[in-house]
Nanobody, 114 residues
Framework: QVQLVESGGGTVQPGGSLRLSCVVS????????MNWFRQAPGKEREFVAS????????NYRSSVKGRFTISRDNPYNTVYLQMNSLEPEDTAIYYC???????WGQGTQVTVSS
């Protein structure tokens, strides 16, 4: 059974940082690209970042470039999202996902507020 479990969310002030983790089980993690998505209240889910399996090449939505960093640790079956210089607009539930599959985590809440 494939499982994705996110953690690391919380409430921070604008300008703060958080690191999200997503632990994947039930498949060969190193063989799969990984995504982070987010969904803010009243808005559609949107792509945040991705990382390839082959060479850990990263891709980001424009609004998080230079502030967020996606990375992976294959021996620990984990993908990370380091989020710096957080803004209120980053408030959302963050989800990890395996591209082109139905596999999603349950999400972790990130709230940026003063």
């Amino acid at each position: 059974q494939v499982q994705l479990v996110e953690s690391g969310g919380g409430t921070v002030q604008p300008g703060g940082s958080l690191r999200l983790s997503c632990v994947v089980s039930g498949l060969t993690f190193a063989a799969y690209d990984m995504n982070w998505f987010r969904q803010a209240p009243g808005k559609e889910r949107e792509f945040v970042a991705s990382i390839t399996a082959l060479d850990s090449r990263a891709n980001y939505r424009s609004s998080v470039k230079g502030r967020f960093t996606i990375s992976r640790d294959n021996p620990y079956n984990t993908v990370y999202l380091q989020m710096n210089s957080l803004e209120p607009e980053d408030t959302a539930i963050y989800y990890c996902n395996i591209p082109l599959t139905e596999y999603w985590g349950q999400g972790t809440q990130v709230t940026v507020s003063s």
